[in-house]
């Protein structure tokens, strides 16, 4: 088990600190959660989020979320957009959900777009919007529109008497009368 060491030896025995040598390991190796950051139900918070782990909001985020995994709880309501590899909703979002794999759960409310890889949406959960597949939808940054083309060319001709309505991905739809 244990083994004798020769005192005399010429091999130079490093000094051994504990407290450095946690503080270089620390420094060396990326930060690994195991367990979620949590914003608990009586929690309300003004501005963007960022988390390179898991995150379990129950209270209350008015600004983006950007996390590896997010899972909003039943008590949960996000105003703003959700970016992570894994989004599960129990409560409420009030924006764009961009996610590999997106989950609805019953009695979720989301109203917004959601982009995704993956998506299931449970019984009785509500959902309003649109919804887009795409192969990464973290990486585009916005929705390209089906008719991109078309759209800025009748838009900008000025031979058209009829009137034409536009809607953006994720806007309300407003009418221009040429």
Known sequence: MFTKTNKDSDTPTPSVNPAQDAIRGAASKPTARS????????????GSITSEGALQIDGVVDGDVNAADIT?????RVVGEVRAEA?????????????RKVELETGAKVHGDIIHSSLS????????????????????????????????TSASSSSSS?????????????????
């Open 35 to 46: 367990a979620a950051s949590i914003i608990c139900g009586d929690m309300e918070i003004n």
């Open 72 to 76: 909003i709880g039943a008590s949960g």
């Open 87 to 99: 989004v599960k909703v129990k409560g409420e979002v009030r924006g764009s959900i961009r996610a």
């Open 121 to 152: 949406i449970q019984p009785n959960a509500m959902f309003e919007g649109q919804v887009k597949h795409d192969q990464d939808p973290l990486q585009s940054s916005a929705p390209k529109a089906a008719n991109s083309d078309k759209s800025s």
């Open 162 to 178: 009829s009137s034409s309505t536009v809607r953006p991905f994720g806007g309300s739809s407003s009418t221009a009368v040429s």
